[in-house]
Each structure stands twice: as structure tokens, then as C-alpha cells.
């Protein structure tokens, strides 16, 4: 049996990743297995062999990395090729984890990561390739399928829901104001913009909220701002950059396709913006962009610790022999009290598939019930002490990395 395993990160980053990785190089080394290996830049660096042992690894360094965001060891959206089409790619993977004796690798991503563990996972069992794969799940925004939520998602809440009340205190700053637009991420789901609410929730956030998962009637939007501004005299709108009309045509989209055929998304705000504009409203823009998903110095400590143990229980699950599946996180309430237990799921029922905010979180307007804060507020409990230096956070760096 190979005893090293190898560990790689893909999509996009998010505030937590890392402590996954955390999990796993610390989990190894506490059960005494072989050699930890990092892929740099994911499956794409695996494919150059970009690969670097960090089993040695010293505490303070680890102690970075886990409350570090970002992805540590660099990411990748590489489309991997099918099998049948491609057979050479699979074969230089194969080969690679060969050389370096890897008895499983741990893949830390969202949907289409999931995806090229199922393709590895299933080409290393048709071709009796003595390695397992194991998924561990990140993304900001919340829609992987098969588990109650993802590492990442309580801490890009925690920023929005805080950037949202700050938003709102500085808005009611004058007795008249403008209409400020606020364009979060979430291509296909609302679960990022949902959690504003939590603002409201706590005295002050958005007056509207606006997710993918309702189609977008403009002419609605502008008598809602209406209505809201003919009573506060400003409006506070939280809105999502994925948001389509009836037709299913994005509101405002850069025009462009990713590696997975996926739009690219951008602009959702400074074009309702410009529409509000034209009714002679005065209104503001604001994307948030990348700040949501690498807010380090605001991480919900639930987040952090479900990421590392996410990464722990990947190891246990390869020391189970379990392999083409992912971890999932299993939420319930004891008495109240929010309570985790871990699982693995099929790898299959995960890749590519989404999952959307349900129905019973959105009202018949297509505003939010405050039932979703049950969901959304333990994800986003504690605090993380982070080390600073010259007043601000001090993060782990690797030096295979170009910052």
C-alpha cells in the first residue's frame, strides 16, 4: 500500500480552504503516515509535476496556514478532458502519483473539482491503479448538493452580513440619500446574498434583496425602490450578480465563458444603477467582488473549525479505505444547541450538480423569511484571533507562490 497522500486545492478561494489543508497535513502526521505532498496551482501544476512535500511543515507555520485565506498552494480552473478523449492526461497523473508513491489524493474544491475527482477516481479503478481519491468540499457560494453546507460559506457571510450593516449605517447618514446598489457574488444561487439579511436581523442592513433563484421583473425593481425611497428617502439593495429575467437572460454579464462554459459575471449593480438613473433616482453602485471570499481578518471560527475537521475526516476516510466520494457536513439541533457530524457522500451525486436556496426561505415577492437566519447565524458564530504585524494580520506564504 502507498503510504503518502496528495493534497491540491482548485476554483476559487475562500477564507477557510487552507484550514482544510490544515486538517489534512495535521491529521497525517498525528496518525504517522508517509510523506504529505502539496500540487501547486491543483490538478494543472500535478499535470507540470508543480508538486512540494510539506510534511515538515513547522507548528507556527501550520498555525498560519490554517487561519490563512486564500489558497495557499495556488488553485486552477482547469476543464479535465474526458477519459476516452484524452487518455494521455490520466496517464501522466497516473504516472506522477506512481513516482511519488500517493496512496490517495484529497482534492479541495467546489462542483466542477468534484467533477475531475469522480474522472480520476473512476480511471484509476478501471485501470486497477492502486490510489484512492477523496473530495473535500469549499465555496463560498454554498451550493454544493449532498451537504447541509460548505466550508467557506460562514465566513463570506460574516463579511457580507457585516459589510451590509456598515453599508446601512453610513447610507442613513442624511435625511435624503441615494439608492446604493450592491452586487454580491452567486452566478446561479442567492445563498451569499441571502446572507444580508442577517444585517437587517441585526438593526440595520438592505431594504431589498434580489437572488438567482427569482426571475427578475425590472419594471417590479423600480416601484420597489419606489416604494421604499417614497418612505426613508434612500434604499438599500442587496442584490446578486447572477440575476436573469423571465427569459433566463443574465441581467449583466461580461459576455465571456470560463474553462466549464460558465458565464462570467459582473456589472449586475451598475446596470440597475443605470436604470434606476433614468427615473431620476440618484443611486451608487457598489460591487463587492473579491473582498467576500478573502476576508481573513474576519473569519467565523465555526467555519475555520468545520474546514479542519473536514480535512481530518478526509484522512480517516482513506485510512477507512473509502475512495470516489466527499465529505459532507451533517448540521442538527440538539435542544437548541447547533451540532456537526461528518459523512461521505458519492462523489457522483456532488459533481456538477448545485444546489439552490430552497422555497421555503424565500417569500411569494421574492424577499427572504427570517426562517433562513436559523440556517445562516450558526455558521457565522466565533471568532478567530488572528497573529498581526505592523497592524495587520501575518498569513502563511509559500515560496513556490509569486504574491
Known amino acids: 500500500m ?28 498525528k496518525l504517522g503516515l508517509g510523506k504529505v505532498y502539496a500540487g501547486i496551482n491543483g490538478i494543472e501544476g500535478i499535470l507540470n509535476e508543480n508538486i512540494v512535500e510539506v510534511t515538515n511543515l513547522s507548528e507556527e507555520q501550520l498555525n498560519l496556514l490554517k487561519n490563512t485565506p486564500g489558497t495557499a ?16 492526461v490520466y496517464q501522466k497523473i497516473a504516472e506522477t502519483f506512481s513516482k511519488y508513491e500517493i496512496g490517495c489524493f484529497f ?4 462542483n466542477d473539482s468534484m467533477d475531475t475527482c469522480s474522472k480520476i477516481a473512476h480511471y484509476f479503478a478501471d485501470n486497477n491503479i492502486d490510489c484512492q481519491v477523496i473530495g473535500i468540499p469549499k465555496t463560498i457560494d454554498n451550493d454544493l448538493d449532498q451537504t447541509h453546507h460548505c466550508p467557506g460559506y460562514g465566513s463570506a457571510a460574516k463579511f457580507i452580513a457585516t459589510v451590509m450593516h456598515e453599508m446601512a449605517l453610513d447610507t442613513a447618514s442624511y435625511t435624503k440619500g441615494k439608492v446604493t446598489v450592491v452586487e454580491i457574488m452567486g452566478r446561479d444561487t442567492g445563498w451569499l446574498t441571502a446572507a444580508s439579511i442577517v444585517a437587517s436581523h441585526n438593526g440595520a442592513g438592505p431594504d431589498l434583496v434580489y437572488l438567482p433563484e427569482r426571475s427578475f421583473d425590472t419594471e417590479q425593481f423600480i416601484e420597489d425602490v419606489a416604494n421604499i425611497y417614497k418612505t426613508k428617502h ?15 437572460n443574465y441581467i449583466a454579464t461580461y459576455g465571456t465563458m470560463d474553462n466549464f462554459n460558465h458565464v462570467q459575471m459582473g456589472g449586475t449593480a451598475y446596470r440597475l444603477a443605470k436604470i434606476l438613473e433614468h427615473h431620476n433616482f440618484k443611486t451608487r453602485a457598489v460591487e463587492i467582488n473579491l ?16 474546514a479542519i475537521q473536514s480535512g481530518r475526516y478526509a484522512v480517516k476516510q482513506w485510512q477507512k479505505g473509502k475512495t ?6 451533517k448540521a442538527t439541533s440538539d435542544n437548541g444547541k447547533y451540532k456537526v457530524s461528518y459523512t461521505a457522500v458519492p462523489i457522483e451525486k456532488v459533481a456538477n450538480a448545485v444546489k439552490y436556496v430552497p422555497d421555503q ?31 495587520t494580520p501575518h498569513y502563511f506564504k509559500l515560496d513556490k507562490i509569486k504574491y
Not at 9 to 24: D, E, L, R, W
Not at 107 to 110: A, D, H, I, L, S
Open 2 to 29: 502507498r503510504n503518502n497522500i496528495l493534497y491540491a486545492q482548485s476554483g476559487g478561494p475562500t477564507a477557510v480552504i487552507n484550514a482544510s489543508a490544515y486538517g489534512v497535513i495535521a491529521e497525517a502526521k
Open 107 to 110: 482534492y479541495n474544491g467546489g
Open 291 to 306: 473582498p467576500q471570499r478573502c476576508g481573513g481578518h474576519i473569519l467565523s471560527k465555526t467555519d475555520r473549525n468545520e
Open 361 to 391: 426561505y424565500i417569500l411569494p415577492n421574492g424577499q427572504l423569511d427570517n426562517k433562513l437566519l436559523d440556517y445562516i447565524l450558526p455558521l457565522m458564530e466565533g471568532t478567530v484571533t488572528q497573529k498581526y504585524i505592523n497592524g
Open 324 to 329: 470516489c466520494c466527499m465529505v459532507a457536513i
Open 73 to 88: 498552494f495556488g488553485s486552477c480552473r482547469y476543464h479535465l478532458p474526458d477519459a476516452e478523449k484524452s487518455p494521455e
Open 234 to 248: 434612500r434604499c438599500l439593495v442587496a442584490v446578486a450578480e447572477g440575476i436573469k429575467d423571465k427569459d433566463g
